[in-house]
């Protein structure tokens, strides 16, 4: 079964961090660009950074400067490391993955196949 779980959310005061997992189970991420987006009550849901399978990574404006994708491809795993943490970045995060050999990635939703159940981050005091 193809799956992917993510793991590591919870409640942050601001200024705060916090690392997010997501595991993949039933296939191997290798071949895979990998993202990571937020929805926030009442909002769209918006890319926020991703990793291509060769190890571009690119950071949303909302987040550029204050987090860090990573990739273990030995763990079939995906990180998102993210520091700084302001109330705004309140969120159900998930992580996403799409059969892509490309050099860079994206992180337009619609082109993402595979998607975690998603990991609560609350920031706040």
């Known amino acids: 079964q193809v799956q992917l779980v993510e793991f590591g959310g919870g409640l942050v005061e601001p200024g705060g961090s916090l690392r997010l997992s997501c595991a993949a189970s039933g296939f191997t991420l290798d071949y895979h660009a990998i993202g990571w987006f937020r929805q926030a009550p009442g909002k769209e849901r918006e890319g926020v950074s991703c990793i291509s399978s060769r190890g571009s990574t690119f950071y949303a404006d909302s987040m550029k400067g204050r987090a860090t994708i990573s990739r273990d491809n030995a763990r079939n795993a995906v990180f998102l490391y993210m520091n700084t943490l302001r109330p705004d970045d309140t969120a159900v995060y998930y992580c996403?993955?799409?059969?892509?050999?490309?050099?860079?990635?994206?992180?337009?939703?619609?082109?993402?196949?595979?998607w975690g159940q998603g990991t609560q981050v609350t920031v706040s005091y």
């Open positions: 996403a993955t799409k059969p892509s050999s490309e050099h860079g990635c994206t992180v337009d939703p619609t082109e993402y196949e595979t």
